[in-house]
């Protein structure tokens, strides 16, 4: 285990959450979600009575359709166990983001089209990281292609996330004009 040791524990809930990607024969490319939560103990719920250990709570499916730009094309949601019979309704909403952009702001987007009422907390939760895996999945043509600037000439890579940072080793190497020199640690006063 990468974690250290924790003390005396039990475990009470377990999330899972899949993606795969494909690419399709008309050229558009499916990210598919699916995320299960179980609990480790027997549950009584309103609508379905008892739940037993390990037994799903939920267990739900999203799949985005996509272009190499990113836009969704469609999406198919699926809700095959929910903890109430409302639930049912919720995959119908997923709808609402076809034609956006997977791109900065994707969570802020998500969060507006399909938060609260409008949509099932589960299924948008599910999008968020569903554009990582679809950056993910699409990332060797991305690298195929020639290097994407800002309007300063800056590649947009730069600082982009952690290891990306423009005082890392990765930029040191691959684009040293703009590499900046790491700022110096503080010693700290005892």
Do not use: N
């Not at 919720?90 to 009422?117: C, H, N």
């Not at 309007?151 to 080793?169: E, Q, T």
């Amino acid at each position: 285990m990468p974690l250290p040791e924790s003390p005396g524990r039990k475990e009470l809930h377990l999330r899972r959450i899949e993606m795969r990607g494909y690419a399709r024969d008309d050229g558009l490319y499916e990210v598919e979600g699916r995320v299960t939560d179980t609990k480790s103990h027997r549950l009584q719920l309103e609508d379905r009575g008892g739940v037993e250990p390990g037994e799903p709570i939920h267990d739900m499916w999203v799949r985005l359709v996509i272009d190499e730009q990113m836009v969704v094309h469609d999406i198919v949601a699926a809700s095959d166990v929910t903890p109430y019979a409302e639930c049912s309704g919720g995959p119908d909403a997923m709808k609402a983001m076809i034609g956006a952009q997977i791109r900065g702001g994707w969570s802020l987007l998500v969060k507006e089209r399909l938060g609260g009422i409008k949509g099932c907390t589960h299924l948008m939760e599910l999008l968020i990281p569903m554009a990582t895996a679809a950056y993910q999945m699409l990332s060797a043509l991305r690298l195929s292609r020639p290097l994407v600037l800002d309007k300063r000439g800056v590649p947009v890579k730069i600082d982009s996330c952690y290891a990306f940072a423009r005082h890392r080793g990765i930029v040191a190497r691959r684009w040293p004009q703009f590499h900046v020199a790491p700022e110096p640690k503080q010693e700290s006063s005892s």
